[in-house]
């Protein structure tokens, strides 16, 4: 199956909605801490085990796009967003079977190693058609798409817990409530399927960059296969790493986070108080994906990485030493790094295409999300086994949080440094440019 070529007259502009109708709806997976409490209350789970559906989806995500980005080139967008609706929701559907019976496993299987699968797919599915829909501005149209991802949570957070207060938060509620999800997702899903296109070979729009200029990208054809060879790609890949694990530690754990951060304070967060700042992450998630993004179309990546590492390792100080005497510290600067989280997400595919060219960038993008997938455990690993054992050592409040806040700002600081070393890649990578088509003359007479 592969998406029809755009008739002509077609505007560019409807590409990223059908991107968006898939990125909303997996983008419910950072909605999961809403999840957290009614599970580990029905199910009597600790903290760390009810995370780990969202911990093992984020490692299918980034092993399902690298073994993938090859096939979704080669299939097309329309057969990867298929892909993805179909283990997506079923992902829901499974897990909603496993709450009714109480097997938490088969919450961990659909969820996690389904929905996963489904996650990585459907992630990946637009990248590489929007900047060949978007040459010009690479780093708006994929922000465009992605922020769809991060504003998921926005839709699915209020709506969530909206659903477990009206079915209960006991394991039927849960299971109600995962099977009302992935029969909604299954036909949001399906417009995005339905209305994708491939743009046909066309000249650049105006304005576009010229392929021959120095960094545009362009004129640079390199391999997935060359590409993990670079120290660029390597580079990339600890940035992605550090910029994502300092994030998604925050976002997996917000809802028990901010009450745990104010529970002995004269005003402690209530569970929709909480529902809520998930909601708000998720729309600084969402504004950064797409605002970063364009930002670097015109400050360039490698400054707007330095934005997010730097300015986020500064983000977790003020949250170790001011946030839990204030909830307006801790909620902006929470906010903040999400923003950059959104934000580095959205820019790592204009900043392969300017390093390696379109050639292979969706397969290239999918290799380098192996960083999500390891990002996915180390975050809420180092957030959540902290806590508990913080927890178990009698303390309480913002002392939950002390060294998981010194372990983010040092791999923010390790992403910084590597972000230094990224330079041009090497032209013994490079692949020659495309044989020109055989004139008329050549292509009737042939040659002696």
């Known amino acids: 199956m592969s998406a029809p070529v755009a008739p002509p007259g077609w505007s560019r502009?409807?590409?990223?909605?059908?991107?968006?109708?898939?990125h909303l709806s997996i983008g419910?997976?950072?909605?999961?801490s809403v999840f957290k409490p009614p599970l580990e209350s029905a199910l009597g789970l600790s903290g760390t085990q009810s995370a780990l559906p969202f911990q093992l989806g984020i490692v299918m995500l980034g092993l399902s796009a690298?073994?993938?980005?090859?096939?979704?080139?080669?299939?097309?967008?329309?057969?990867?967003?298929?892909?993805?609706?179909v283990c997506f929701s079923s992902g829901f559907l499974l897990s909603a079977l496993g709450a009714a019976t109480s097997q938490y496993w088969l919450i961990v299987f659909g969820y996690g190693v389904v929905?996963?699968?489904?996650?990585?797919?459907?992630?990946?599915?637009?990248?590489?058609?929007l900047i060949k829909w978007f040459p010009d501005r690479p780093g708006l149209a994929t922000g465009i798409a992605i922020m769809g991802f991060g504003g998921g949570a926005l839709i699915a957070s209020p709506w969530s817990a909206r659903m477990l207060d009206s079915f209960g938060q006991d394991?039927?509620?849960i299971a109600l409530a995962f099977l009302v999800h992935g029969l909604t997702y299954a036909v949001f899903m399906s417009l995005g399927v339905l209305l994708i296109r491939v743009p046909r070979p066309r000249p650049a729009p105006a304005g576009a960059p010229d392929p021959a200029a120095p960094g545009s990208g362009d004129g640079i054809r390199v391999s997935a296969r060359s590409?993990?060879?670079?120290?660029?790609?390597?580079?990339?890949?600890?940035?992605?790493?550090?910029?994502?694990?300092?994030?998604?530690?925050?976002?997996?754990?917000?809802a028990p986070m901010i009450t745990d951060f104010f529970a002995t304070s004269s005003a402690p967060v209530t569970a929709s108080a909480a529902a809520g700042f998930v909601a708000l992450l998720s729309a600084a998630n969402m504004a950064g994906r797409l605002g970063w993004s364009a930002t670097s179309d015109l400050i360039g990546r490698k400054n707007v990485y330095r934005l997010y590492l730097g300015a986020g390792a500064l983000m977790y100080l003020l949250i170790a030493l001011f946030g839990g005497a204030?909830?307006?510290?801790f909620v902006i600067c929470t906010l903040v790094i999400l923003s950059f989280y959104g934000g580095g997400f959205a820019t790592i595919p204009a900043y392969l295409k300017d390093l390696f060219g379109t050639y292979q960038v969706g397969a290239i993008h999918g290799r380098l999300l192996t960083a999500w997938s390891t990002a996915g455990v180390l975050g809420p690993l180092i957030v959540n086994w902290l806590a508990d054992r913080e927890a178990a050592a009698g303390k309480e409040g913002p002392d939950l949080y002390a060294l998981s806040l010194g372990i983010m700002i040092g791999l923010l600081v390790v992403g910084f440094l590597a972000?230094?070393?990224?330079?041009?890649?090497?032209?013994?990578?490079h692949l020659p440019a495309p044989a020109a088509p055989p004139s008329p003359k050549e292509a009737t007479h042939g040659t002696d």
């Open 13 to 22: 502009w409807l590409v990223p909605p059908a991107a968006l109708s898939v």
């Open 28 to 32: 419910q997976a950072y909605a999961w």
């Open 66 to 85: 690298a073994f993938g980005g090859t096939l979704v080139e080669r299939h097309g967008p329309r057969w990867a967003m298929t892909v993805a609706l």
């Open 115 to 129: 929905g996963g699968i489904g996650l990585g797919i459907g992630y990946i599915s637009p990248v590489s058609t």
């Open 171 to 173: 394991h039927t509620g």
């Open 227 to 254: 590409a993990v060879r670079t120290p660029q790609f390597w580079c990339l890949w600890v940035v992605l790493c550090m910029n994502v694990t300092a994030g998604i530690g925050i976002l997996e754990k917000a």
């Open 326 to 329: 204030s909830k307006p510290v």
């Open 419 to 429: 972000n230094e070393l990224v330079r041009p890649v090497h032209p013994r990578h």
